[in-house]
């Protein structure tokens, strides 16, 4: 078990309208997750995905298999 606290951040392509999440990767090898959390509510639930996983989302944002976003 770690006790490394998350790094938040969020992606310099965020605008400031606030419709923004936050993911600590400094996680990933360690615990082998990528919590992410609602950047307006940092006290409020974080979700913890599975590495492998939030890197096969990212990739399909990148590759557009989801649409406009």
């Known amino acids: 078990m770690t006790t490394e606290s998350p790094r938040w951040f969020k992606s310099s392509y965020s605008e ?3 419709a923004c999440v936050e993911v600590a990767a400094n996680l990933v090898a360690s615990c082998g997750v990528v919590p992410v ?18 890197t096969s989302f990212v990739t399909g944002i990148k ?4 649409g406009a976003l």
């Open 37 to 54: 959390r609602d950047f307006k509510n940092p006290t409020g639930p974080v979700l913890d995905f599975p590495a492998d996983a939030f």
């Open 16 to 18: 400031n309208g606030g």
């Open 63 to 66: 590759a557009g298999r989801f």
